[in-house]
């Protein structure tokens, strides 16, 4: 497609900005790009300047940051194509917010209790619906938040199954209907399927990824046997090691961000990076200052190339990225200037699988959840009171029943709740069993949560990258983001 007014200008600020416009002027760039788009002229400055590419190894490990960038489509200024036998809308975008609602779905919860504690999804109409565009055309991921689907060509759905089932992975993408055209180019809408479907099962609305926990979806995704551990891929794959995360990050992440912070820029290689990971004794005292301090604004930028690391982490289709928070003894992000307090919305972690890639590899399009841990403090806010004020009109049983208390603990929640469940419940098989009813709502809340994964799309431009833009959320201090893999 047609690059965006002003890239030929911004290419050149770019290469000036990083010492590699030397040997084209900015009026060549500008006819470059008229004629023939960002990619192009990316593949035609690279071929003059001559830096390698991230995975490219080399005696210094230098790299350069592709040109490649994400073009922003608004709504309604593309066509929305509809055929006979398509079915659902365009798009959908994942709410964050969970609510009580009444039936909503498949259910794994108890008969007579239509009431459930949701993560609805809504619809996105075409005409508000603006897209994020991979540079060559290939495919368009909504732009919102969490949407839940991507359209692109037969051939990045083909290339990605091919990858994702050497891999191992639980999941494959399938066109499910609808089209649109952009670009001049007619981009087919695509959604997850399970390995062994084909399409969508009929009745469900998504298709559910065991959880919702982030590593556990991304390992599964990725073709791992274990929940939660992955293969940290540094230099291109040259060295490697293996992680599993606890509640909060692993010893080995940790232990990486120490060396790369007591190492000048560039003088650290994957063997020593290897190294520094496997001794996980790395106790210097505060660790996240130290290391948010040393890359802050680039300053270990040459590091980053050399081993493949945050806006340099390139994982391919079937493998993921992993963001890592580094603790700092005074809980702020060192990575940024002044140094910032994150609050209670620091993440540990977070994990994303890449599924599908543009074809000339600029952008990729990973699939991904998070916990969403709501379900205690809605039960007791919101469900509980729906269903306790249901039970009061069930006349003599409402004796047996009564309301939560403020200081009431979570033993004393769970057995009013039973209660609670106990009287609404009409089959014998749950109301004589004392807290299956509520086991069987949770497990209900899990096997929904497992259906609220999105997609989102990251690209080869400076801010582009899955390290820029999870950095520039708020969710982590002093980021360190790695390649990962299956074991």
């Known amino acids: 497609m047609t690059a965006a007014p002003g890239t030929a200008a911004r290419v050149w600020a770019d290469l000036s900005g990083r010492g590699l416009a030397t040997r084209a002027g900015a009026d060549t760039l500008t006819a470059l790009q008229r004629s023939a788009g960002n990619a192009a002229l990316s593949r035609t400055v690279g071929s003059a300047d001559g830096p390698r590419l991230p995975h490219s190894p080399g005696p210094t490990g230098s790299a350069r940051r592709t040109v490649q960038r994400i073009a922003t489509v608004p709504g309604g200024s593309y066509p929305a ?72 060509v037969q051939q990045v759905v083909d290339n990605a199954n091919a990858a994702l089932d050497a891999a191992g992975s639980i999941v494959r993408l399938a066109l499910q209907g609808r089209s649109i055209t952009v670009g001049g180019r007619r981009l087919s809408r695509v959604q997850p399927v399970l390995a062994q479907q084909t399409q969508q099962p009929g009745g469900e609305e998504f298709v559910s990824l065991v959880r919702s926990t982030c590593i556990t979806v991304a390992c599964k995704l990725m073709g791992s046997s ?37 190492s000048p820029d560039g003088g650290l290689d994957v063997s020593g990076a290897v190294g520094a990971a496997g001794a996980r004794d790395r106790a210097a005292p505060d660790n996240g200052r130290v290391y948010g301090e040393a890359v802050r604004n680039g300053g270990r930028d040459g ?17 993921g990225y992993a963001i890592f928070s580094m603790a700092a003894e005074d809980e702020r992000d060192h990575s940024v200037q002044p140094p910032a307090a994150r609050g209670d919305n620091v993440w540990g972690y977070h994990f994303a699988a890449v599924v599908a890639s543009s074809l000339d590899g600029s952008c990729r399009v990973t699939l991904e ?3 969403r841990n709501d379900f205690d403090r809605i039960a007791r806010e919101e ?40 009287v609404l419940c009409t089959d014998p098989a749950i109301k004589e069993v004392q807290g299956l009813p509520r086991r069987r709502l949770q497990e ?19 801010g582009e990258s899955f390290h820029e833009q999870q950095a520039a959320s708020g969710y982590f201090n002093n980021p360190l983001t790695v390649r990962v893999a299956r074991p």
């Open 369 to 371: 959840n998070y916990a």
């Open 226 to 262: 274990r929940d939660k551990t992955s293969r940290v891929m540094l230099g291109g794959g040259t060295g490697s090691f293996d992680i599993t995360p606890g509640s909060d990050s692993d010893p080995r992440i940790s232990s990486l961000a120490g060396q790369i912070a007591s």
């Open 444 to 462: 209900d809340f899990e096997d929904h949560t497992g259906r609220a994964w999105f997609f989102r799309v990251y690209g080869g431009g400076p």
């Open 81 to 152: 194509d509809r055929e006979e036998g398509d079915r659902g809308p365009h798009f959908m975008e994942q709410e964050q917010e969970a609510r009580v609602v009444a039936g909503s779905g498949a259910t794994l919860g108890p008969r007579g209790v239509p009431e459930r504690i949701r993560f609805p999804a809504r619809e996105v109409k075409p005409a508000e619906a603006g897209l994020r565009v991979a540079d060559d055309g290939t495919l368009a991921v909504l732009d919102k938040d969490e949407p839940k689907e991507f359209y692109a």
């Open 383 to 422: 469900l509980y009171d729906t269903l306790y004020q249901r039970a009061k009109k069930a006349g003599g049983w409402f004796s047996t029943v009564s309301a939560l208390n403020e200081t009431d603990d979570q033993q004393a929640f769970k057995r009013k709740f039973d209660d609670v469940m106990r």
């Open 303 to 319: 590091t980053a190339a050399r081993l493949g690391v945050n806006q340099h982490a390139s994982p391919h289709v079937g493998e």
